[in-house]
């Protein structure tokens, strides 16, 4: 492997992490990364519809209450954030 093609991959990687918010970088904190991973999973939940009745028989609820569930549950998916260290 070269050293141009090192630069051209870390460059397309910048570039998808700047687009996307989802694949992280290298300053993002373990909660940063898991509440994104939640928040990606219940939009998943409530844009597929097969998978929202799926999660609304499970739990005998509504398909309605069910995405509100869900969009509460987007707000806080991991609970509140730690404690930040100034050091």
């Known amino acids: 492997m070269q050293a141009s093609d090192r630069f051209n991959i870390n460059s397309q990687l910048e570039h998808l992490q700047a687009k996307y918010v989802g694949t992280g970088h290298a300053d993002l904190s373990r909660f940063e ?21 799926y999660f609304a028989i499970a739990e005998n609820e509504s398909i309605g209450r069910e995405r509100y569930n869900f969009m509460q549950k987007m707000l806080l998916p991991c609970g509140l954030p730690p404690e930040r260290e100034d050091s």
Request: proline residues 5%.
């Open 33 to 53: 990364w898991a509440v994104n991973i939640q928040r990606d999973s219940y939009a998943s939940y409530i844009g597929h519809h097969p998978m929202l009745a």
